[in-house]
């Protein structure tokens, strides 16, 4: 299983920007996925989760800017990223766990998508 991450760039303050992240593989289904972020000199933070079940959590942080979603038939995630402000720089990194069929037999995976680049200017 691999994820595929994409969207991020450059944006002023107050901009927005929308993260995308794909699985690929044999995939039975994904229960979990979550986006964290990783500054400069700092350890990577967890920013939104969202399970199976529709339950979702935020950051304090970002709580009101960022909106975490996803699409189950197409085993992607999302992050809508609004109101920008220059401390969400950062590398976002996707993250997402669910079953996978590996010759035949229903296995679990936990799986890192490679990160991509955050940069809010003032």
């Known amino acids: 299983v691999q994820l595929q991450a994409s969207g991020g760039g450059l944006v002023q303050a107050g901009g927005s920007l929308r993260l995308s992240c794909v699985a690929s593989g044999s995939i039975e289904r994904i229960h979990t996925m979550k986006w964290f972020r990783q500054a400069p000199g700092e350890s990577r933070e967890l920013v939104a989760h969202t399970s199976s079940g529709g339950v979702t959590n935020y950051a304090d942080s970002v709580k009101g800017r960022f909106t975490i979603s996803r699409d189950n038939d197409k085993y992607a995630g999302y992050l809508q990223m609004d109101n920008l402000k220059p401390e969400d720089t950062a590398v976002y990194y996707c993250?997402?766990?669910?079953?996978?069929?590996?010759?035949?037999?229903?296995?679990?995976?936990?799986?890192w998508g490679r990160g991509t680049q955050v940069t809010v200017s003032s």
């Open positions: 993250f997402a766990e669910g079953y996978y069929y590996s010759d035949s037999a229903l296995t679990g995976f936990g799986v």
